[in-house]
């Protein structure tokens, strides 16, 4: 009984711990977060009293060709930057755990460098570097002898807007691939070896089963991350050429401080948000699933 009373004692002055952190949430997150579920049912334009509209900001949000437009944009850069992102920090992660690699905190250091820096200048600068007389441009002409329009072409900038961020991110999922790596007991891989198998063997067998918790923690906070990307868009391009990059994020941004359709840019964030909460879901499941 007494150890039973000593843990709660210890619980309540827990909870006294994470008070100012519970205090801080609820008055930047959580409050505002229940703000924009009750504004997304009224028509708002800043300055003029709030008129309930009920569900039709949701109504209109979903025969509105635009937002499906910036959605299916948004799921198409999601989903080849979460593949892409997750194959190459994985194999880069491998290359800097081998034993047969030198100068690997100086590679992990420099792999990681683009993480640490800020969206808008990596941004500022990319964009210039894909001009063109941009230094991405003048080698693609000098080298190959054609031009690409990176950001004035509907079909191609998209694909430099998921160039830039996996450019800027790859070291930050390679860093959780070395960590779940580096928790792989060696006396797995020596038995194994001992036992005749070779590195496509380990890999399959052993490596990619162990980092079972770490594979679904990178996809899915990837999948969070960049499905809510906005500054890169936002900077490099406003969306365009043609709305081709306009991802939600950036949508919701215009319909409300372009357009001054507080209401309407409110349910678009609903709708943004339940769809991360379907990822957050999931990545719940599957992890409840992974300890059972």
Known sequence: ?????????????????????????????????????QLSLFKWNLVGPKIYVGLENFIRLFKNERFWNSYLVTLH??????????FISFWMALALTSKLLRFKNV??????LPVVLMMVPVAVVWQFMFQTTGLLS??????????????????????????VYVWKYTGFYMVMFI?????????????????????????????????????????????IFTFGTFP?????????????????A???????????KFGYSAAISVVFFLTLL?????QLRIFKSGTT
């Open 1 to 37: 009984m007494k150890k039973v009373g000593y843990y709660n004692k210890l619980q309540r002055h827990g909870y006294v711990f994470i008070l100012p952190t519970l205090l801080f949430f609820s008055i930047f997150l959580i409050i505002p977060m229940f703000n924009a579920f």
């Open 77 to 86: 850069f999601t989903f080849l930057t979460v593949i892409i992102i997750t």
């Open 107 to 112: 590679l992990q250091s420099m792999i990681f």
């Open 138 to 163: 003048v080698i693609f002409l000098n080298v190959f002898r054609f031009n690409i329009p990176w950001l004035t072409s509907t079909k191609i900038t998209p694909y430099a807007m998921i160039l």
């Open 179 to 223: 960590a779940g790596l580096l928790g792989i007991p060696e006396v797995y891989y020596e038995s194994a070896t001992l036992d005749g198998a070779g590195f496509w063997a380990r890999l399959i067998h052993i490596t990619i089963p162990q980092l079972k918790n770490t594979l679904i923690l990178v996809l899915v906070s990837c999948i």
């Open 232 to 248: 890169l868009q936002y900077v490099m391009t406003e969306g365009g050429p043609s709305r081709s990059t306009e991802v939600l």
């Open 250 to 260: 950036l949508l919701i941004y215009k319909e409300a401080f372009m357009y001054i």
């Open 278 to 282: 379907i990822f957050s879901v999931i």
